[in-house]
């Protein structure tokens, strides 16, 4: 599908987000890093990157985000492979994450694809139907969604249909709602909506005093504050309910390692 867009020569990027403390883990007794946890006995990031270079979409680089603490363990994880490792000083949320990832984005970059090492199911049919849509619809930033019980990160429309929020049930307290549309944990966003629109919300947002960010969370989220951020400049925003609920699923606990890897099993057959 996305090959018409290689002969465009449009430059993608990809950033794969692999920070946090993994406190759920490390309440289950476990140190290594969620996005090392095998699945398959292979690490679930390891699926994530091998799965860029499969895409029809050319990356001209795949930036992976750690803790500052790990780069040595990601160096060895992914010897052999084509990526670029940047550290996080600090676990403050997926926006700060991004944020470290920008200096590292090659200048050609127009379009970047941001997703987590600890979601593997998202398929290579997800991406890239969602980044035609980015670029048919001139979008500024777009998120794959699907429809599910008691989504976790709800995306919001007005009665027109328009997206008008994206909410983070776990970060900001939001009740999840009965039944509604959520993404999957991928975006695509145009480097220019990073740089009018991220810059300027982590610099308005970042208490140096304090060391944190001025939210509830002390945290700086990607998804919910890019979507906030580009409605209020200008910048278009839009969901495309194009992937199956099972490709929400991440790697948070011990537990989901047996349905992620339940899952593909099922793909093969």
């Known amino acids: 599908m996305a090959k018409k867009f290689l002969a465009a020569s449009l430059s993608c990027c990809a950033v794969l987000l692999c920070g946090g403390k993994g406190s759920?883990?490390?309440?289950?007794?476990?140190?290594?890093h969620k996005p090392l946890m095998l699945i398959d006995d292979k690490?679930?990031?390891?699926?994530?990157v091998d799965q860029m270079r499969s895409?029809?979409?050319?990356?001209?680089?795949?930036?992976?985000?750690v803790p500052e603490g790990r780069v040595v363990e990601y160096q060895q994880a992914l010897h052999g492979r084509d990526c670029r490792i940047v550290a996080q000083p600090q676990a403050l949320g997926t926006g700060d994450a991004v944020y470290c990832a920008l200096a590292h984005i090659p200048n050609a970059t127009e379009h970047v694809y941001v997703s987590f090492g600890t979601?593997?199911?998202?398929?290579?049919?997800?991406?890239?139907?969602?980044?035609?849509?980015?670029?048919?619809n001139a979008l500024g930033f777009t998120l794959p969604t699907t429809f599910t019980a008691h989504p976790y990160a709800p995306l919001s429309r007005d009665d027109d249909g328009k997206v008008t929020d994206s909410l983070e049930t776990h970060l900001e307290g939001v009740r999840k709602p009965e039944f509604g549309e959520a993404n999957v944990g991928g975006y695509w966003v145009d480097v220019k909506a990073l740089d009018e629109v991220l810059v300027p919300l982590r610099n308005r947002k970042w208490d140096s005093r304090a060391g944190r960010y001025d939210t509830p969370s002390g945290e700086l989220g990607f998804p919910n504050e890019m979507?906030?951020?580009?409605?209020?400049?200008?910048?278009?925003?839009?969901?495309?309910?194009c992937a199956g609920p099972e490709e929400m699923i991440g790697l948070k606990c011990l537990e989901d390692i047996a349905v992620i890897e339940s899952e593909f099993s099922r793909r093969r057959r």
């Not at 759920?24 to 290594?32: E, F, M, P, V, Y």
């Not at 398929?123 to 849509?133: H, L, P, R, W």
């Open 55 to 65: 895409l029809e979409i050319d990356f001209n680089s795949v930036i992976v985000v």
């Open 43 to 48: 690490p679930s990031l390891l699926h994530v």
């Open 227 to 241: 979507v906030r951020g580009c409605l209020s400049s200008g910048h278009r925003v839009d969901g495309i309910p």
């Open 24 to 32: 759920r883990l490390a309440s289950q007794g476990i140190d290594i």
């Open 119 to 136: 979601q593997p199911l998202i398929t290579n049919a997800t991406i890239e139907a969602s980044f035609s849509f980015h670029l048919d």
